[in-house]
DNA sequence: TCATTTACCTAGTGTGTCAATATGAATTAT
DNA sequence: ATAATTCATATTGACACACTAGGTAAATGA
């Protein structure tokens, strides 16, 4: 019932990208001495945000990695979906899944039901702009 | 971000001895065969269980498993806790940790304080009553 | 007393995931 | 041409997951 590193460092990733890429695109190599995180794992990491079509990328010198959309058009959820897979608490909740057989005299389903709701209601909310404006309101003493 | 299957199996095993055992202790044989969960995978559940205080257990014929205390003392959370460890999301979060040294600035620790939170709030609410009456609700069609 | 039924205990096993590293190729600005 | 970057793939070690196996201890009751 854990959040994996990678999902925890997509988000960092993306937040860093948010903060830092106003202008010019943010290499890996920038993001990873401010986040000490390995450029190899974040490279993993970046890799899948590309095929999901969060970020775009751009090689060679002076190259790096941009937010395709606004920082606000990007949930939490949606961030760390794309790197952890689906989130849901239970297997049989998992899109095309139609579920075990035991689905309809099964009790527990509704717990793992209303967790699901619960855990969307959360990620779901919030958006990497919200991330940088909690970033800002800390002032500027604390590099994220 | 998985209840894992000993998480799941001890809910079906404590609703399952909830139900039936209200007059005489429940042999895990009993649950095993109607929960399709192996005996010796149950004894290892159970096991948690007993040594978390949550059930006694009889031994020799006629023996079996009892609740300690009524359906409605235990929740859903105190259940998967004492079998799964920990539900928090994140390490940093755990009861003893002081927390990472990015601590202070970290934003992303918002978002899992409140995941937190928000699962808390759903398996802190019910309890083995509420399995037990959703159950009956169902109607007697189905075993469980 | 002895067989049977139950709980209890410890170890093992195959599979997979996690959290990275390592190596090298392809692209592009200067 | 060189250096900076992304891109692709493989490998690693540790650990967790989901079980299975084998045996011990206690209680019952015939």
């Given at each position: 019932m854990k959040i994996s590193t990678k999902g925890r460092y997509a988000l960092r990733l993306m937040l860093d990208i948010a903060i830092n890429g106003s202008v010019n695109p943010v290499p890996l190599k920038d993001t990873a001495e401010r986040q000490s995180i390995s450029v190899k794992y974040l490279e993993q990491i970046i890799s899948s945000l590309v095929r999901g079509g969060l970020v775009s990328s751009i090689r060679g010198p002076q190259g790096g990695y941009r937010l395709i959309?606004?920082?606000?058009?990007?949930t939490v959820g949606m961030i760390l979906r794309q790197v952890?897979?689906?989130?849901?608490?239970?297997?049989?909740?998992?899109?095309g899944v139609e579920g075990c057989s035991r689905q309809i005299e099964c009790v527990t389903l509704r717990i793992w039901k209303e967790l699901d709701q619960a855990i969307r209601g959360v990620v779901d909310k919030y958006t990497l702009e919200d991330l940088m404006i909690w970033q800002e309101e800390m002032g500027d003493n604390y590099v994220i």
């Open positions: 959309k606004a920082p606000s058009e990007y952890e897979g689906s989130l849901v608490p239970v297997a049989c909740l998992e899109d």
